[in-house]
């Protein structure tokens, strides 16, 4: 992988990282994508060079929270 998709990968995961603990903490409320991206440090013209929608990050968010809580139990149960 060169360093821009590097780079890249690295923003995306930032973005879906605000967006999980912004919906943990204020519902789908919490997931306006100029105040998303604010929080991010990131501008909202590069939301659309990761996500088609604000759907598709709330989506990508849920799962991440889910695969997070997965392992959490996981990891309680050895």
């Known amino acids: 992988m060169g360093r821009s ?3 890249k990968a690295e923003t995306h995961e930032k973005i879906v990282r605000t967006a999980a603990r912004r ?3 204020e519902g789908l409320r919490g997931i306006g994508v100029a ?3 604010k929080a991010a440090g990131l501008t909202v013209g590069g939301f ?3 996500f088609g929608s604000r759907e ?3 989506a990508e ?3 991440s929270i889910e695969s ?3 392992r959490a139990i996981a ?3 050895k």
């Open 5 to 7: 998709q590097a780079d």
């Open 23 to 25: 919906l943990r903490e």
């Open 35 to 37: 105040d998303l991206m």
């Open 48 to 50: 659309y060079k990761h």
């Open 56 to 58: 598709d990050l709330v």
């Open 61 to 63: 968010a849920l799962s």
């Open 68 to 70: 997070a809580w997965g």
């Open 75 to 77: 990891d309680g149960r």
